[in-house]
């Protein structure tokens, strides 16, 4: 799968997707990712991507026109408008993302348009022409739609089979606790000590899977 994002401030995705799992990820080429800056199809020297709001109002929105032409120049890269490429906006009002959205987005999409906006919003007509779907990914508001980007692309990501490795590794095909432990089984720490429930030590597998499933919240 092909995430493509698109931002104003391209160099906050280098950190994190060239780490850990995605980097992995992207050298076992289960995975790509194509930053798109923005300013990169605006047409005035100045590669000015924001205008005052009609009707007045405080900030400035985000210009339809440089986000559509980079649009395009993704969709004439896939020679296509593929039914199996999607676009998404990141916004505070959207609809929200959940565990059940990414398993959807894995076996669906090859390519995946991430919009991030910043300001005031983006101007409605890019909604309206590429049908994109708005998504949030929290009742929050952020400065911008790179952070909300990382959340779906690492949500996304792990679905896709060979990308954790391991096809029992994400949580949700489990039982998974939010109580879990390692060694030493005894944690001395100022003066106190504190065990690993017993449980946990019992190797009776049916009682394990109880006190797990007791210890996982949403349960």
């Known amino acids: 799968m092909t995430f493509h994002l698109l931002t104003i401030f391209p160099e906050i995705f280098s950190s994190y997707l060239n780490e850990s799992i995605l980097k992995r990820a992207q050298a076992a080429k289960k995975v790509k990712f194509n930053i798109v800056n923005i300013r990169d199809f605006t047409l005035d020297k100045h590669r000015r991507t924001d205008l005052r709001p009609y009707a007045g ?95 779906v692309v690492d949500a996304v990501a792990r679905q896709i089979p060979g990308v954790l490795g391991n096809a029992d590794s994400p949580e949700e095909k489990r039982v998974s606790s939010h109580e879990v432990y390692t060694r030493p089984e005894v944690l001395a720490w100022k003066g106190k000590k504190y065990k690993v429930p017993k449980v946990l030590l019992s190797g009776h597998a049916a009682k394990i899977k109880e006190w797990k499933m007791a210890k996982t919240p949403h349960k």
């Open 57 to 151: 109002g405080p900030g400035l929105v985000m210009m339809a026109e440089p986000i559509l032409r980079a649009v395009d120049a993704i969709q004439k890269k896939l020679k296509a408008k593929s039914k199996k490429l999607k676009a998404v906006i990141l916004s505070p009002g959207g609809k929200q993302f959940t565990n059940e959205t990414a398993i959807k987005w894995s076996k669906q999409y090859t390519d995946i348009i991430l919009i991030s906006g910043r300001y005031e919003g983006i101007d409605a007509r890019v909604k309206k022409i590429l049908k994109a779907e708005e998504i949030s990914v929290g009742p929050f508001v952020l400065t911008g739609g790179e952070l909300p980007a990382m959340i």
